[in-house]
């Protein structure tokens, strides 16, 4: 292990480390730099590629990939007739290639270097628990004071009767792919189906999305990336996939109603779920639901003291963001008996990155609802704000959700280019406790997407038209 001088190191060699933590992802480094600055020693388990979800098969490949789908789009609509654009035939191979060096950087940069920097180490292999207070590494003995479980989650396949007759895609091996596929049928329409939808229709592919569209969107918004899909030649079947049968050449989805779809791939987005069979968790008496999520409470704790868990294998909402957050406080918690943190998730925020970029921070009005508040809310359509115009992009809007008594802010909800810029501002007015006065009286620069969260808010004082800025 590292050599370092902090005063926890190992508890005096009873342990060879005192945080051992399995998983390289968010949660994971987030918990290893938290018992490093705590002066404890560390140590990484990894039996996979270093980083984890995020920067190997979610947020960093998939966004790269959508720019650039979204550059060819972009030159394709042509919304300024006067500059003139086009767009080819599209090299997949040399895309994917960009994507994977940039990969590479970030988990040598943000992963290995990281670990250098604040004296960890990260061990290649399998962990397994041996009983409540050994792991073992390929079947080597690793005593540590405490654990961080923060193996993450894999793409969830179920229900879809005969789905192992096609060679069917995840979100992970679409993204692996040399060549497009003339022909694509995407099960799922959350955030996952929505953006490897249009990822691939900016690209060319016909596709065809079966499932519910933005199913956890607020309905007003989901109506409207039920319109940007149809612009986009994005067929929309929401139903429940039945079966998946072989064609030699492609394959045929059929839904509960009987509709057919015929294309060349399958990707299924149904869903995440971990993996944690591996880890023989019931020997260290860590107990997981029926999803195989493990049980956790909330300070991060499971049923061993001497185990927490962090990230999305503890059914914590998954973004990457959520799980470095929880992988701090699992590992304050496990190093600190008395530790009793929480991740305050007030205000969370969200964003699909499809084109407009569907995005979210605090509650929904039904969430509101549920919670027993009275509230009131506001759309306002891009129609209305400026820097849409100027865009020559109206398609989106903005709700507002606010307590009905005190005018506080409770959630920000939005459809728009650049939506999710929006709510870093959006997570500080309901943290702040702002109200919807607040936010009107509030500066917002002038021709920014960001202005209309202002303008939105000037929706609950009255609904008449305003003139640009006042």
């Known amino acids: 292990m590292t050599e370092h001088t902090g005063t926890n190191s190992a508890a005096s060699g009873r342990y060879d480390v005192d945080l051992a933590i399995i998983g390289s992802g968010g949660a994971a480094m987030a918990a290893a730099i938290e018992a490093r600055r705590r002066g404890a020693t560390a140590v990484v388990i990894e039996r996979g590629a270093l980083g984890g979800t995020c920067v190997n098969r979610g947020c960093v490949p998939s966004k790269a990939l959508l720019a650039a789908a979204g550059a060819r789009h972009a030159a394709l609509t042509k919304p300024f007739p006067g500059v003139p654009t086009g767009a080819g035939d599209v090299d997949l191979a040399a895309l994917v290639d960009q994507k994977d060096d940039l990969v590479s950087f970030l988990r040598q940069a943000k992963y290995a270097d990281v670990a250098a920097a604040h004296g960890f180490d990260i ?252 509230c009131e809310c506001r759309v306002l359509d891009l129609a209305d704000v400026p820097r849409a115009l100027v865009n020559r992009d109206t398609r989106g809007a903005v709700k507002l959700v606010a307590d009905a008594g005190t005018g506080r802010v409770l959630g920000v909800h939005a459809v728009a280019d650049g939506a999710g810029e929006i709510m870093l501002a959006a997570t500080y007015a309901i943290k702040t406790r702002m109200t919807v006065d607040d936010l009107a009286n509030t500066w917002a620069p002038y021709l920014t997407m960001a202005e209309s969260l202002r303008l939105a808010a000037g929706l609950f004082r009255d609904q008449m038209p305003t003139s640009c800025c006042a």
């Open 123 to 374: 061990v290649d292999g399998e962990a397994r628990f041996r009983d409540p207070e050994t792991l073992e590494v390929d079947g080597r003995p690793l005593r540590a004071r405490c654990y961080v479980v923060a193996t993450g989650a894999q793409p969830h396949i179920d229900g879809i009767t005969s789905l192992e007759q096609v060679e069917y895609l995840t979100s992970t091996t679409a993204m692996e792919l040399r060549e497009l596929p003339a022909s694509l049928v995407v099960i799922g329409g959350g955030y996952v189906g929505m953006e490897q939808a249009q990822l691939f229709a900016h690209l060319g592919t016909r596709v065809t999305v079966v499932g519910r569209l933005a199913p956890h969107t607020e309905p007003e918004l989901a109506a409207v990336m039920r319109r940007v899909f149809a612009d986009d030649g994005i067929t929309v079947i929401e139903e429940h996939a039945a079966t998946v049968a072989n064609l030699g050449s492609g394959a045929v989805v059929t839904t509960v109603s009987g509709a057919r779809i015929e294309a060349q791939r399958v990707l299924v987005a149904t869903g995440r779920r971990p993996d944690t069979a591996a880890l023989n968790l019931p020997a260290a008496g860590v107990a997981v639901d029926d999803r195989g999520f493990v049980v956790v409470d909330e300070h991060h704790a499971t049923g061993n003291p001497r185990v927490h868990a962090a990230g999305d294998v503890a059914g914590t909402p998954q973004y990457v963001y959520v799980a470095a957050a929880a992988g701090h406080v699992a590992a304050a918690n496990a190093l600190d008996p008395e530790g009793k943190r929480t991740v305050d998730y007030t205000g969370l925020p969200a964003v699909t990155f499809t084109r407009p970029q569907v995005a979210s921070a605090g509650l929904t009005e039904a969430a509101a609802l549920a919670a027993g508040f009275s």
